[in-house]
Nanobody
Framework: QVQLVESGGGLGQAGGSLRLSCVAS????????MGWSRQAPGKQRELVAT???????NYADSVKGRFAISRDNAKNTVYLQMNSLKPDDSAVYYC??????????????????WGQGTLVTVSS
């Protein structure tokens, strides 16, 4: 069973920084794109940033210049460095991975897997 586990959320101050981590584990053959999305109360889930297996990145306009996504392929881990935090950044942050896993019967399958989310609260 493949799972993603996020960590690093918590309480931050406006103008401050937080760093999120997400580790993928299980019967993983390969990981393609990894990314972070967020959902604030009463709002739709928003894509924050993505990073390809080769390191190409994309960001939502709302976080460009403030957030940085990176990954360590050897550790199946993706990070989100969040700087210059704003109260509007408060949300549950979810990690996502598009990957190929290996089933119990030895088959390979493409999957989109999400983490359980980690709460980020930014105080003004």
């Amino acid at each position: 069973q493949v799972q993603l586990v996020e960590s690093g959320g918590g309480l931050g101050q406006a103008g401050g920084s937080l760093r999120l981590s997400c580790v993928a584990s299980g019967s993983i053959f390969s990981i393609n794109t990894m990314g972070w999305s967020r959902q604030a109360p009463g709002k739709q889930r928003e894509l924050v940033a993505t990073i390809s297996s080769g390191g190409s990145t994309n960001y939502a306009d709302s976080v460009k210049g403030r957030f940085a996504i990176s990954r360590d392929n050897a550790k199946n881990t993706v990070y989100l460095q969040m700087n210059s935090l704003k109260p509007d950044d408060s949300a549950v942050y979810y990690c996502k991975a598009n990957l190929v896993d290996i089933t119990t019967t030895g088959n390979y399958r493409n999957r989109e897997v999400w983490g359980q989310g980690t709460l980020v609260t930014v105080s003004s």
